[in-house]
Each structure stands twice: as structure tokens, then as C-alpha cells.
């Protein structure tokens, strides 16, 4: 009797770059960062469905049961189920995200949002991280319709929204667990096919979204002795917190071990503020940004120190370094203080945080999960 290997076959390579030259053409309307750019994940499921429908239940055609779930209109999820012999045994294949990370035309050399076929390079916005495994886990599925192997296991897929943005939550993978959509998967090994590099992959670092909203007072810059100054207040408290930060979680022996290219690092990547005049002091701003974790520290000691760096600046605000002879973080005169906000977005997958923290949260929700994916130079 033939092996499931020999049973599948090959790749069919024309087969699955033409699915993912399609899958490329929507990344333009899949990217996300909210408020500006909302992903239409719907756009990709639609390609996905074109290729599996006509092998399921739904049509006749075909062995595979085709569930499509949504919980926010053009955002949808799909679960791909090929029935095994055995009930209870279960092989699933998770996290095959269908939203991208944003694209400046300008900034390539390509249009990022067609494929490129270059040699034996396929490249755009989105070939390895995620739309290149939602095309090669949908000809996994396809061709196990086709070919009909009988498996002790049922073979599942689940193809998720919005893993790219923390601002939206309850769209992917999160709302899916939460509804207890995903707990047969308990029953067998999960892998989370969301690695995009060009070696195999035994873990990565994990993401904690953060925001630090800093309030001073609004004043005219010719009088800066009347005005807190939130931009230089959030400068000289983020230096504070990055030196703790790295103090309290420094390289882990461990890293070094399992070949991580980089230790837990915690930076900005974004700022903004309500705007206005040039020659204005504003009166707040917000600084954003991640906390790329490796899976050798514990999340919630992590937030919970971060907390603590922040309230320490606040009560001790005096303290903190300013910048020329009138720069101050308190007004005793009019009884005002500088003051830190810091809220966190969840550190779970759907809402920006990839691979290795994934696995850690679903490993404690009763899930055996795995990392596994490919990539490009």
C-alpha cells in the first residue's frame, strides 16, 4: 500500500504560485495598522475558498468540510477540516495568517503588492510572512482532497485574521479560542506555521505591544519655563525604562543555546501627538511600542516590572533628567506634575504576537503546539 508521501506527491509548483500571485495581488488591501489601513481578510479567503469548495462537503465535490467564520464583516477566519478514520486523532495546522505588515511603494524596488519571480525567488509583501504558507497549506489540503489518502488522523487548517495589529482584538485566532472553536485540536499536535525564515526554526521571540501616554502642559515655546514639555518627559523617562529593562532581562544564557539572532529588547517604534503649532509646547503625546520577548522570561514579570519602572518615574518625577536651565517636569506654582501612562495591548496571537509566545499561551489553554514555516533570502 502506498505512503502518504508517495500517495500526495510533489508540490504542484505552477498550482501554488498561481494561488500565491493572487494572494499577492490582495496584500495592498490586507495590510494592517489600524486606524488608517483595516485589512479585508475576506479578500484572500475568497482565493483559498476558489481552490478547496469545489473538494468539500459544501459542493459535493470532495471530502473537505469548509467552515468560514467571521466576527467583523470582511475579516473572516476559515477552518479546513479533512476527515481521518479515527475519532479523536488530530493534526492541525494554525496560524497561517492572512494580513500583512505595511508597504511603502516607494521604498522598494518592485511593486510590493504583485509578485516577483525572480529565478527561484518569489517575492512581495507577504511571501513568507504569511500569505506564501496560507497558499502552500491550501494545496496541502487540495491535494489530500484529490488524492484521498486514508488517514488514522483528521487533518485540519486554520487560516486567521488580523495577527499583524494589536489596536483591533476578537477578529482571529483569539475570538476562535475563545469560542471554543479550536479545542478538538487539543487531541494531537498543533503546528503554528507563521516561521518565516530561510533555515528551520525551533522558537522565536514573542511580542508585548505597549503605549506610554505622557501629559505635561500645553504653552507657548517662547515661555517653555511655563510649559512641561511631554515630548522631553517621555525622551528622558523611556531612557530610564530601556536601561531597567535591560537590566532586569539581559541576555539569557539560553539564547545563545538554541541560536537566537537577538536577546529580549524593548523599543519605540512609534509616536504621536495631538498636533499643532510649531512654536507650541503641546500638552501630551504617546509613544509606542514592543517588547520582543524570548521565550526564556515570563510575560506577565515582564509588565508587571515595566509598571513598576513607570511608577517610580511618577512619584519621583523630580528626579528625572531634564534638558537646559528651564526644562522641568513640575509647575509647584500652579500644583502640576508631568505625569506616565503605560497600558498594554494582549500578547497573543491575532493581535500582534508571533510564534514562540504564541505557543507558550496555548500550550497553557491545553494546546501542543509547534513553530514550523518557510522563508527567502
Given at each position: 500500500?502506498?505512503?502518504?508521501?508517495?500517495?500526495?506527491?510533489?508540490?504542484?509548483?505552477?498550482?501554488?504560485?498561481?494561488?500565491?500571485?493572487?494572494?499577492?495581488?490582495?496584500?495592498?488591501?490586507?495590510?494592517?495598522?489600524?486606524?488608517?489601513?483595516?485589512?479585508?481578510?475576506?479578500?484572500?479567503?475568497?482565493?483559498?475558498?476558489?481552490?478547496?469548495?469545489?473538494?468539500?462537503?459544501?459542493?459535493?465535490?470532495?471530502?473537505?468540510?469548509?467552515?468560514?467564520?467571521?466576527?467583523?464583516?470582511?475579516?473572516?477566519?476559515?477552518?479546513?477540516e479533512y476527515p481521518?478514520?479515527?475519532?479523536?486523532?488530530?493534526?492541525?495546522?494554525?496560524?497561517?495568517?492572512?494580513?500583512?505588515?505595511?508597504?511603502?511603494?516607494?521604498?522598494?524596488?518592485?511593486?510590493?503588492?504583485?509578485?516577483?519571480?525572480?529565478?527561484?525567488?518569489?517575492?512581495?509583501?507577504?511571501?513568507?510572512?504569511?500569505?506564501?504558507?496560507?497558499?502552500?497549506?491550501?494545496?496541502?489540503?487540495?491535494?489530500?482532497?484529490?488524492?484521498?489518502?486514508?488517514?488514522?488522523?483528521?487533518?485540519?487548517?486554520?487560516?486567521?485574521?488580523?495577527?499583524?495589529?494589536s489596536a483591533i482584538?476578537?477578529?482571529?485566532?483569539?475570538?476562535?479560542?475563545?469560542?471554543?472553536?479550536?479545542?478538538?485540536?487539543?487531541?494531537?499536535?498543533?503546528?503554528?506555521?507563521?516561521?518565516?525564515?530561510?533555515?528551520?526554526?525551533?522558537?522565536?521571540?514573542?511580542?508585548?505591544?505597549?503605549?506610554?501616554?505622557?501629559?505635561?502642559?500645553?504653552?507657548?515655546?517662547?515661555?517653555?519655563?511655563?510649559?512641561?514639555?511631554?515630548?522631553?518627559?517621555?525622551?528622558?523617562?523611556?531612557?530610564?525604562?530601556?536601561?531597567?529593562?535591560?537590566?532586569?532581562?539581559?541576555?539569557?544564557?539560553?539564547?545563545?543555546?538554541?541560536?537566537?539572532?537577538?536577546?529580549?529588547?524593548?523599543?519605540?517604534?512609534?509616536?504621536?501627538?495631538?498636533?499643532?503649532?510649531?512654536?507650541?509646547?503641546?500638552?501630551?503625546?504617546?509613544?509606542?511600542?514592543?517588547?520582543?520577548?524570548?521565550?526564556?522570561?515570563?510575560?506577565?514579570?515582564?509588565?508587571?516590572?515595566?509598571?513598576?519602572?513607570?511608577?517610580?518615574?511618577?512619584?519621583?518625577?523630580?528626579?528625572?533628567d531634564t534638558r537646559?536651565?528651564?526644562?522641568?517636569?513640575?509647575?509647584?506654582?500652579?500644583?502640576?506634575?508631568?505625569?506616565?501612562?503605560?497600558?498594554?495591548?494582549?500578547?497573543?496571537?491575532?493581535?500582534?504576537?508571533?510564534?514562540?509566545?504564541?505557543?507558550?499561551?496555548?500550550?497553557?489553554?491545553?494546546?501542543?503546539?509547534?513553530?514550523?514555516?518557510?522563508?527567502?533570502?
Amino acid at each position: 500500500m502506498a505512503g502518504v508521501e508517495e500517495t500526495l506527491g510533489e508540490l504542484n509548483k505552477e498550482s501554488f504560485v498561481s494561488l500565491l500571485e493572487k494572494l499577492i495581488g490582495e496584500s495592498k488591501h490586507v495590510q494592517n495598522n489600524p486606524p488608517d489601513l483595516i485589512p479585508e481578510e475576506d479578500r484572500v479567503v475568497k482565493h483559498v475558498q476558489d481552490s478547496l469548495l469545489p473538494l468539500s462537503t459544501t459542493t459535493g465535490g470532495g471530502p473537505l468540510i469548509v467552515n468560514h467564520v467571521s466576527y467583523f464583516p470582511g475579516r473572516g477566519n476559515l477552518i479546513v477540516e479533512y476527515p481521518g478514520t479515527e475519532p479523536g486523532k488530530i493534526l492541525s495546522f494554525v496560524g497561517m495568517h492572512m494580513d500583512v505588515v505595511t508597504a511603502n511603494p516607494n521604498d522598494w524596488e518592485f511593486d510590493p503588492f504583485s509578485l516577483l519571480i525572480n529565478g527561484d525567488k518569489l517575492c512581495g509583501r507577504g511571501t513568507t510572512d504569511c500569505l506564501g504558507h496560507v497558499a502552500l497549506v491550501t494545496e496541502l489540503m487540495k491535494r489530500l482532497a484529490e488524492t484521498k489518502p486514508k488517514l488514522k488522523s483528521t487533518v485540519v487548517a486554520v487560516f486567521i485574521a488580523n495577527e499583524e495589529n494589536s489596536a483591533i482584538t476578537g477578529v482571529g485566532v483569539d475570538a476562535l479560542v475563545k469560542d471554543g472553536l479550536l479545542n478538538k485540536l487539543k487531541g494531537g499536535p498543533l503546528f503554528w506555521i507563521d516561521t518565516a525564515d530561510k533555515q528551520p526554526c525551533i522558537g522565536t521571540g514573542g511580542m508585548i505591544p505597549w503605549k506610554l501616554h505622557v501629559t505635561g502642559k500645553l504653552f507657548h515655546s517662547g515661555l517653555s519655563h511655563k510649559a512641561i514639555n511631554p515630548l522631553e518627559l517621555a525622551m528622558e523617562a523611556l531612557k530610564v525604562i530601556q536601561s531597567r529593562f535591560y537590566k532586569d532581562f539581559p541576555p539569557h544564557l539560553k539564547e545563545q543555546a538554541y541560536g537566537f539572532a537577538t536577546p529580549s529588547t524593548m523599543k519605540p517604534t512609534q509616536w504621536s501627538y495631538p498636533g499643532g503649532g510649531i512654536n507650541q509646547i503641546p500638552a501630551e503625546c504617546t509613544v509606542s511600542g514592543d517588547v520582543r520577548l524570548t521565550p526564556f522570561y515570563n510575560v506577565t514579570d515582564v509588565k508587571k516590572k515595566i509598571q513598576e519602572y513607570v511608577d517610580d518615574i511618577n512619584e519621583n518625577i523630580e528626579k528625572l533628567d531634564t534638558r537646559g536651565p528651564v526644562s522641568k517636569y513640575i509647575l509647584p506654582e500652579e500644583n502640576l506634575r508631568g505625569s506616565l501612562t503605560l497600558t498594554f495591548d494582549e500578547a497573543m496571537s491575532g493581535v500582534a504576537c508571533d510564534l514562540i509566545l504564541v505557543a507558550f499561551m496555548y500550550c497553557d489553554e491545553g494546546f501542543d503546539v509547534q513553530t514550523a514555516g518557510y522563508g527567502m533570502i
